[in-house]
């Protein structure tokens, strides 16, 4: 479950304090489960002016730190995105 309002994710009986970025990457996947996040959505998402200089390895660094962290079963559509998958949610 996620709590946006209190930067929260709660899994496997632990609470987890997320970071802003972090908040609002989950958000973005929960909102669009098992459907595809692009690489612009997630700059609009994250407000980002410059989107082609955070495109490529900030939003894998942080996309990976969702799955690592946090046990997200997030699935790579090499050149579309994302997709979180039902699973682990």
């Known amino acids: 479950m996620h709590d946006y309002d209190n930067y929260r ?9 997320l970071t802003e970025t972090e908040n609002e990457l989950l958000y973005l996947f929960i909102k669009n489960k098992n459907h595809i996040v692009t ?8 407000y980002l002016e410059n989107f082609k200089e955070y495109q490529n390895a900030s939003i894998w660094r942080n ?5 690592k ?17 039902e699973e682990k949610i």
């Not at 994710?9 to 304090?17: M, P, R, S, T, V």
């Open 39 to 46: 690489r612009d959505m997630i700059c609009q998402r994250l």
């Open 9 to 17: 994710y709660y899994a496997n009986g632990k609470i987890y304090k």
């Open 63 to 67: 996309v990976n730190k969702l799955k």
């Open 69 to 85: 962290k946090y046990g997200l079963h997030i699935v790579t559509m090499r050149g579309r995105g994302y997709i979180l998958r």
